[in-house]
């Protein structure tokens, strides 16, 4: 099967590191989103791209994060600097206006 | 804007029928889902609705009433490994957004 591939799985850094997640989308998908879950606030949209180019970004906090698509098969999401609160697990996610969107296994992101 | 509600937890015994509702308000609609999340692990797509009436897959059915911005998902013959968190979302009718509600934590017990 078809699987949206994410790294890393986790990670643990120190407030102030920048973080990089990377995101692999299902061959043939042109949509691909980004996705911060927490336990206080659920599911959040962060950013996503249409056909590599970004469509929205406004759930996103511009002045430490930035969402990329350098090509069809990358997607990266990319916190600098860290801090604490970033703490959650980011969801990739990619799909197409006929296929429902398919979640990566997510990285576990933990700012000490 | 988009407002989804549903319950937060929800309990029931194997073997049993659980009926999860869904109410929504939106500015644009075109297609209702609903995932299943185990603890730990990533949302995976159950059903999707995007006309009225009820979808059928196995255990699992969802249904769909755009004039009462409701959807429900029905669970039958619940086993232990559907204890996880439902989700249900909604599209943007002019974009691809999922717009999620906050999760129906489901327990089934023996």
């Known amino acids: 099967d078809a699987r949206v591939t994410q790294t890393p799985r986790h990670k643990v850094t120190e407030m102030g590191q920048e973080v990089t997640m990377r995101c692999q989308p299902i061959?043939?998908?042109?949509?691909v989103f980004w996705y911060r879950q927490t336990m206080m606030q659920g599911l959040e949209l962060l950013a996503y791209f249409r056909n590599r180019a970004p469509l929205d970004d406004s759930g996103m906090p511009k002045d430490r994060f930035s969402a990329e698509m350098p090509d069809a098969t990358l997607a990266t999401l990319k916190i600098q600097p860290s801090e604490p609160r970033d703490s959650a697990v980011y969801f990739c996610a990619s799909g197409s206006l006929d296929q429902p969107q398919h979640f990566g296994d997510g990285t576990r992101l933990s700012i000490l | 804007g988009q407002n989804i509600d549903q319950p937060t937890e929800m309990t029931a015994t194997e073997g049993a029928i659980v009926q999860i509702n869904c109410t929504y308000q939106t500015s644009g609609f075109n297609g209702l889902f609903w995932y299943q999340q185990h603890a730990g692990e990533a949302p995976t797509f159950l059903s999707y609705?995007?006309?009225?009436g009820l979808e059928e897959k196995g255990r699992f059915s969802s249904f769909l009433s755009r004039s009462k911005g409701y959807s429900y998902l029905l669970l039958k013959e619940l086993q232990m490994k559907d204890s996880a968190s439902y989700l249900c979302?909604?599209?943007?009718?002019?974009?691809?957004?999922?717009?999620f509600g906050t999760g129906t934590r489901l327990q089934v017990f023996p």
């Open positions: 979302a909604v599209r943007d009718h002019s974009t691809d957004k999922l717009i």
């Open positions: 609705n995007v006309l009225d």
């Open positions: 061959l043939g998908h042109n949509t």
